[in-house]
Nanobody, 126 residues
Framework: QVQLVESGGGLVQPGGSLRLSCTASGFDLHSYRIGWFRQAPGKEREGVSCISSSDGSTYYVDSVKGRFTVSRDNARNTVYLQMNSLKPEDTAVYYC???????????????????WGKGTLVTVSL
């Protein structure tokens, strides 16, 4: 069965850290670009970060630059999103998504993704 599963969400105080994981089963992630998206209550889904399949290039939306780091471990078929200095406005359901693309760069074009996880909730609050 082909699926992506996110984990690592939870409740954290402002200024804290969490590491999200996105693990693939049923397919090999190494040929896929991976994107992280989030959707806060009452808001539209937004792209947060992505990582390429080949050259390790990454992209971050301005609101998370310098605080979030995306990485991948192809041996574990897993992509991570390290989130530091969390703010209440980071509260959202976080999703990972994958699109098969062997090449440079990455993309946060949601409609172009092949697979989506079901999400993990991150709550930043006192």
């Amino acid at each position: 069965q082909v699926q992506l599963v996110e984990s690592g969400g939870g409740l954290v105080q402002p200024g804290g850290s969490l590491r999200l994981s996105c693990t693939a089963s049923g397919f090999d992630l190494h040929s896929y670009r991976i994107g992280w998206f989030r959707q806060a209550p009452g808001k539209e889904r937004e792209g947060v970060s992505c990582i390429s399949s080949s050259d390790g290039s990454t992209y971050y939306v301005d609101s998370v630059k310098g605080r979030f780091t995306v990485s991948r471990d192809n041996a574990r078929n897993t992509v991570y999103l390290q989130m530091n200095s969390l703010k209440p406005e980071d509260t959202a359901v976080y999703y990972c998504a994958a699109v098969r693309f062997v090449g440079l760069g990455c993309s946060l074009f949601a409609d172009g993704m092949d697979y989506w996880g079901k999400g993990t909730l991150v709550t930043v609050s006192l």
